[in-house]
């Protein structure tokens, strides 16, 4: 394993951003040394970043515990304004955090540029929800009293994301969370910490409090997430990765009854009836092989009827589909 020899542009972003575990405001190395980042593609090391202890996540939960009754009653309006900026900062760099996740992950710029857009749309979706987390009041059935209904942060949360989008997984749990007034501990895959500490970057720029998020990347994320999902201080835990993860997390979490979101990966299949027309066809086909099928929305197989096969309009694509014996396209990994 070696380093690779990157471009000006390259060695640019990969510098502009801290390397190190972000606990209660503070950029701090991690207990177990560093952890290599690698170019998918070659397996040289692109970067370092700090590799967390059982103890480092421990001090991020504590620092999110901190800060969570400050948070919560901090005025909607402003952590609106918190997300509209990270929205904005985002929009702006799009370019360098394109080339920072496709350092890391692999997939093509453009379609890393197009994670980066629609992943700061989330900020700014949920930057404008902020202020209409509304409750309810009514009068009660037999008319003696009557019943008030107030939604509050659940307290700190615990975020995991995936390696294959690296952002917009990120984006999608931070921002609902930071609108609704939850501190949070975020811990990304060790594949492809970079485009989260870049962002974890961003938002303290935009003025994110202290100890509202803890970033902690790791090279054992059971040793370092499994005592904070035991913890009973941790209220909520939002999970994206592999079914096998997944379902252990969700058994350790339902020991405490800890409130849990969760996305797997896909066993589904894709359909193109008969009467599909050549565009239905290849949106399907084009769909599976998306993001070198690492997507969890990809469908492993795809059946189509053989006698409509012809109507694929693309030469390439319908000669990749008569090899098979059958209609249908194995898709297992």
């Not at 070696?2 to 190395?29: A, F």
């Not at 560093?34 to 001090?59: F, H, K, N």
Request: contains cysteine.
């Amino acid at each position: 394993m070696s380093t690779i020899t990157t471009t000006s542009d390259e060695r640019r972003v990969i510098e502009s951003i801290p390397h190190q575990l972000l606990i209660g405001g503070e950029w701090r190395d991690g207990e177990n040394g560093s952890l290599p980042v690698q170019d998918p593609a070659t397996g040289d090391v692109i970067a370092e970043v700090a590799d967390a202890s059982p103890r480092d996540a421990a001090a991020a939960l504590d620092a999110a515990v901190e800060a969570a009754p400050t948070w919560a009653a901090y005025p909607p309006r402003e952590r609106g304004e918190i997300l509209r900026r990270a929205y904005e900062t985002i929009v702006s760099r799009a370019d360098d955090l394109a080339l920072l996740m496709t350092l890391e992950m692999g997939k093509p710029l453009a379609e890393s540029r197009s994670e980066i857009i629609y992943g700061a749309e989330f900020l700014r979706w949920f930057s404008e929800e902020a202020v209409r987390i509304d409750g309810r009041y009514a009068t009660a059935p037999n008319g003696n009293g009557r019943l008030l209904t107030m939604r509050q942060p659940v307290g700190p949360c615990l975020l995991i994301t995936p390696w294959n989008f690296p952002l917009a997984m990120g984006t999608r749990k931070v921002g609902p969370a930071v609108a609704a007034g939850c501190t949070m501990v975020v811990k990304p895959a060790q594949q492809t910490p970079l485009s989260m500490v870049a962002f974890a970057k961003i938002l303290e720029e935009c003025g994110l409090p202290a100890g509202v998020l803890n970033l902690v990347t790791t090279s054992s994320a059971s040793s370092a997430t499994g005592p904070l999902v035991a913890d009973p201080r941790l209220r909520k835990l939002s999970f994206t990765g592999s079914t096998e993860t997944g379902r252990s997390l969700m058994s350790q979490a339902s020991q405490t009854m800890l409130r849990r979101n969760r996305t797997f990966d896909t066993s589904s299949k894709s359909i193109a009836l008969p009467t599909s027309g050549s565009l239905s066809y290849s949106v399907r086909l084009m769909g599976i092989f998306r993001r070198h099928r690492t997507a969890h929305s990809n469908s492993r197989r795809a059946i189509l009827w053989r006698f409509s096969i012809m109507t694929i309009r693309s030469r390439r694509m319908r000669s990749f589909i008569m090899r098979w014996p059958s209609t249908h396209i194995p898709m297992s990994i």
